[in-house]
């Protein structure tokens, strides 16, 4: 031990140089897979892609642990060569930190089946939080230091064109203040950049309920009559849902008209059913307090739905002998999905069309989408027009893309 210690201390300016790049190579490829999984956007242009990126940042995020214990290692004699740079102190605490917060709460929102929605999600709050604001602090850290903004005669531009008639002693002053006017420029630069979307982030975690106000106003639907909440809806019995969605899609958002929308129940099935908006807003509905947890980590807890049952459907039209999977259609034209009839049957799974007493909005899968509480969200399908009856199994849209097969949570 003693020997190894020895052995990585020689040499160890060099060492600090080539770990600190490294380190700077991984928190760049963290940063980009990071952000494409973090921005709902990418969904549906990357498909497969997607489960890779994961990955990747996965591997890579477990592997960000080698040099933050190279660098204890040396940290020892790194500090005493900071002393008196407080800001230098810093920064290496606040590196350090960040590397490790992003660590462990990466690590729970990897293993998020052993931890459970709590913990996953509570994991997704904070490794969100410190790329908030670990990534500006990061992108300041680099540019500032550019080696092209450090370079003297790039630095003295100004001055040195002005040539001999600048007095000697204005110049160092006139290099500090290029030197400040660039980093508030870049700091000015990163505000702009990513202030907005984190002011949305943080208005989310701080008042989800005015999110969804904003996500329901915002509704391109225009399907009439609007449905009438039951009095167990209204107000939600559940006492409104806690948390907030993160609206994904891998197409367009589609919207829905009397004359587009329709609900169908065919395939191996006794009775084909058919109905516009009018006749399906008519059927009579239930309702339903459950949470409802995403992969990914985010949960909403509390969720009053009001809608009608898929045993129900399944039992209007009469299941064949022969059925053996409930494929399930999203309006979108692309998403699908499926369920045992095993799985069809259980007393939770809605097909939904009010959420806390309110239509459901378009972002989020209205006028009409399932929920399956007992799983994972990719079940829950968004804008749900068709349930077709089949014989064979069919592999949904995120299943065939890499994701679990067991959804349950
Ligand atoms: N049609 C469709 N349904 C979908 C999805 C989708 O992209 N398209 N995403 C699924 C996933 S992974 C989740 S977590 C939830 C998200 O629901 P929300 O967008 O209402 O928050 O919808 C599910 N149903
Ligand atoms: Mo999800």
Known sequence: MQNWLAQLRKGYGKKLAKLHSVNGWIVVILTLTGLVLFQGLWRGILGEGRVIIRYVHIVVGIASLLPVVFYLALAAKHWKQLKGKAWQKANVIIVLGLLVGWLLSGVLLWQFKAVGPAWSSTALTIHDLLTWIGLPYIIYHSVTRLKWLKEPHRRTIKTGQQGEGVHPAARPEAVMSRRSFIRVTVGAGIAIAIGPSF???????????????????????????????????????????????????????????????????????????????????????????????????????????????????????????????????????????????????????MVAVLHDGKPIPSDLGGPVRLIVPKMYAYKSVKWLNRIELIDGNHTGYWEERGYDIDAWV
């Open 199 to 349: 002011l949305k982030w943080l208005g989310n975690q701080a008042s989800p309920g005015a999110n969804l106000e904003e996500i329901i106003e915002s509704d391109a639907n225009s399907l009439i009559p609007a449905p009438q909440p039951l009095p167990a809806s209204s107000p939600p019995i559940g006492g409104g849902s806690r948390g907030s969605f993160r609206i994904y899609t891998v197409t367009p958002i589609p919207e829905f008209d009397n004359s587009t929308f329709s609900f169908i129940v065919d395939g191996l099935v006794e009775k084909r059913l058919q109905w516009n908006w009018e006749q399906f807003v008519a059927l009579k509905r239930e309702v339903q307090v459950s949470d409802f947890h995403c992969v990914t980590g985010w949960s909403v807890l509390g969720n009053t739905w009001e809608g009608i049952k898929l045993k129900d459907f399944l039992k209007m039209a009469g299941v064949k002998p022969s059925a053996k999977t409930v494929k399930l259609y999203s309006g979108d034209g692309v998403y699908t999905d499926s369920l045992t009839l095993e799985q069809a049957d259980m007393d939770d799974v």
